[in-house]
């Protein structure tokens, strides 16, 4: 059965139970980016990087989930990620 609607709360949790079972490909899905242009990279609520060290704006798979539930007042999605000093990933929450 298709959903009317999904929270981040809901997103939060089915990151975290697919992280649970397969943590690499999680990791891996969330942690790349792939080149975008400059019309997505200027979206009002989808999250792409733009660091001065990168060649072209790059979008990973939170800045788009993150566009589907738009912004905060300081530019922040609903979700995040908890990473520990060595960079694993160990919860996505809701920010």
């Known amino acids: 059965?298709?959903?009317g609607s999904v929270t981040p709360k809901e997103v939060c949790?089915?990151?975290?139970?697919?992280?649970?079972?397969?943590y690499d490909c999680i990791h891996s899905l969330i942690?790349?980016?792939?080149?975008?242009?400059?019309?997505?990279a200027?979206?009002?609520?989808?999250?792409?990087?733009?660091y001065p060290?990168?060649?072209?704006?790059?979008?990973?798979?939170?800045g788009l989930?993150?566009?589907?539930?738009?912004?905060?007042d300081n530019g922040y999605g609903a979700i995040k990620y908890e990473i520990d000093d060595s960079g694993k990933i160990l919860a996505f929450k809701e920010t």
Do not use: A, S, W
């Not at 949790?13 to 397969?22: K, V």
């Not at 200027?42 to 733009?50: A, E, G, L, M, S």
């Not at 989930?65 to 905060?72: E, H, Q």
């Open 1 to 3: 059965m298709l959903k």
């Open 31 to 40: 942690t790349n980016y792939v080149k975008c242009n400059d019309t997505v």
């Open 13 to 22: 949790n089915l990151l975290n139970e697919m992280l649970e079972q397969d």
């Open 65 to 72: 989930l993150n566009g589907m539930f738009g912004i905060d």
């Open 53 to 62: 060290e990168d060649k072209h704006p790059l979008l990973g798979m939170l």
């Open 42 to 50: 200027n979206h009002p609520t989808v999250q792409v990087r733009k």
